[in-house]
């Protein structure tokens, strides 16, 4: 229950999308990245590597989000994976199913899909049962 396994959070953002601006197409991360413009595309963090996303109160991101770490204020439409935790904040709108592992929602925030939580640790634990030929 109170595992360790969890990376964590960049508290240094590497790359900042700026008010006004606007991206089309998929854009590919590691790091900490803050969004206060637009993405129309997928967001998604390099495998394997902790990775912070930051969406501020202006922030739209039209297309797949794919991080470990995800602080939303702005919006998103399209599913949103985040492997260890996501905080939306007052401001937050989500419209796509949220798969979580942690999740922390503030007052305010709108999740227009599916709330579906995904306990890794679980996933990894499965072991798969043969049937035997006597019953």
Request: glycine share 12%; hydrophobic share 35%.
């Amino acid at each position: 229950m109170f595992s360790k396994k969890h990376s964590k959070p960049q508290t240094q953002i590497d790359s900042l999308i700026g008010a006004g601006t606007t991206i089309e197409g998929n854009l590919n991360f590691s790091g900490g990245l803050r969004i206060d413009g637009q993405v129309n595309g997928n967001v998604v963090a390099a495998q394997g590597k902790p990775s912070t996303l930051v969406l501020s109160e202006h922030a739209r991101v039209n297309g797949e989000v794919n991080v470990t770490h995800l602080v939303i204020n702005g919006s998103i439409s399209g599913p949103v994976f985040a492997s260890e935790y996501m905080e939306l904040q007052s401001k937050a709108k989500v419209n796509g199913d949220v798969h979580y592992t942690t999740l922390e929602i503030q007052l305010g925030a709108i999740v227009d899909g599916r709330l579906i939580h995904s306990n890794t640790a679980t996933q990894d634990k499965v072991v798969a049962f043969k049937a035997g030929n006597g019953e």
